[in-house]
């Protein structure tokens, strides 16, 4: 597979790219939602999405997040297999770190294949990098997709050996809650996370279920946490024969969509306003009346321990 050509005029028509003007508002993080419709080579896949990432950069983005399995879209499952990470090392993490550190933003790693305890399986996880290229969180997708319509069959189980941890990390834009696709499906996970301000899903829906359920299960999300919801996905025809729905998206808590990206490669980008979050929760306190808790569900809470200089909302530093 070549690397495809992005040309950003290209990517500016359609509706949601990185490239549209967005309004400058103070006190607010421009946040990045990459769209792709990957293949089975790697390298090519990296090349198109050190691009994208470039083009919300170029848009002012501070956090961007890129879809799941953005680096590898297999003809078959050993494929996957073949290009697992151990974590720490391999050219998918170095490729991600550096393109954080050079750029000064936090990356949203989708999700990339890493070493499972199994020879014949990966680990889905979704890795988080800081502004300085430090990974700071992993999370293992742990729910995996099984799909029985006759002609149209998927069995995540059969490659993916699932994790067994909700993960949450603190960074300067509130605190990030993660989970990959399938997830999504899945409330009391998100009802697991303690005081999330900004859910991640990147995905790979089928264009079969993404047309049916993507959008509502994606606007549920943000309002019954009253959050905001990035869902970068794959968008498109895959080389395996396999169709993904995209529409990425960003979702206020009030289940507005912000911006999204109905298919192909390109970003969706808006603009998060905590402030705004504050005062819907000041106003609606649903998550102080809740009464049923999730307390079975094991959950990593990652502080930052540096309090060093770190980016504020607003773009200045700041020693908070």
């Known amino acids: 597979m070549t690397t495809k050509k992005i040309a950003k005029s290209s990517v500016a028509r359609p509706k949601g790219a990185a490239v549209k003007k967005i309004a400058s508002q103070p006190d607010t993080v421009r946040v990045a939602a990459i769209q792709m419709a990957s293949g089975p080579n790697v390298s090519a896949n990296l090349a198109e999405a050190e691009q994208l990432i470039e083009l919300a950069v170029d848009a002012g983005a501070r956090l961007v997040a890129l879809p799941e399995f953005f680096c590898i879209m297999a003809m078959k499952d050993a494929d996957v297999v073949k290009v697992r990470e151990a974590e720490g090392s391999g050219p998918i993490q170095t490729f991600l770190s550096r393109m954080a550190k050079k750029h000064h933003i936090w990356l949203i790693g989708g999700s990339v294949p890493l070493e499972a305890g199994a020879a014949n399986k990966v680990r889905n996880s979704c890795l988080v990098y800081d502004d300085r290229g430090k990974q700071v969180a992993?999370?293992?997708?742990?729910?995996?997709?099984?799909?029985?319509?006759?002609?149209?069959?998927?069995?995540?189980?059969?490659?993916?050996?699932?994790?067994?941890?909700?993960?949450?990390?603190?960074?300067?834009?509130?605190?990030?809650?993660?989970?990959?696709?399938?997830?999504?499906?899945?409330?009391?996970?998100?009802?697991?996370?303690?005081?999330?301000?900004?859910?991640?899903?990147?995905?790979?829906?089928?264009?079969?279920?993404?047309?049916?359920?993507?959008?509502?299960?994606?606007?549920?999300?943000?309002?019954?946490?009253?959050?905001?919801?990035?869902?970068?996905?794959?968008?498109?025809?895959?080389?395996?024969?396999?169709?993904?729905?995209?529409?990425?998206?960003?979702?206020?808590?009030?289940?507005?969509?912000?911006?999204?990206?109905?298919?192909?490669?390109?970003?969706?980008?808006?603009?998060?306003?905590?402030?705004?979050q504050a005062s819907l929760r000041k106003s609606l306190p649903a998550l102080k009346h809740r009464i049923i808790q999730c307390q079975e569900i094991a959950v990593d809470v990652i502080e930052r321990r540096t309090v060093a200089k770190r980016l504020s909302p607003h773009g200045g530093e700041s020693t908070k």
Request: charged share 20%; proline share 6%; glycine share 10%.
């Open 138 to 276: 992993r999370y293992d997708k742990i729910h995996l997709f099984g799909l029985n319509l006759g002609n149209e069959q998927y069995q995540e189980a059969n490659l993916i050996e699932p994790g067994d941890k909700v993960v949450v990390i603190n960074s300067p834009f509130g605190r990030i809650g993660l989970s990959i696709c399938y997830d999504l499906r899945f409330p009391e996970l998100y009802r697991a996370m303690p005081d999330v301000d900004i859910i991640m899903v990147p995905s790979a829906f089928t264009a079969t279920t993404g047309r049916a359920h993507f959008e509502t299960l994606i606007r549920a999300r943000a309002i019954e946490n009253l959050a905001y919801v990035i869902a970068p996905a794959q968008g498109g025809y895959h080389l395996s024969g396999r169709e993904t729905h995209g529409d990425s998206m960003i979702v206020d808590p009030w289940g507005v969509v912000l911006e999204r990206l109905s298919r192909g490669s390109g970003v969706a980008i808006a603009n998060i306003n905590p402030a705004y």
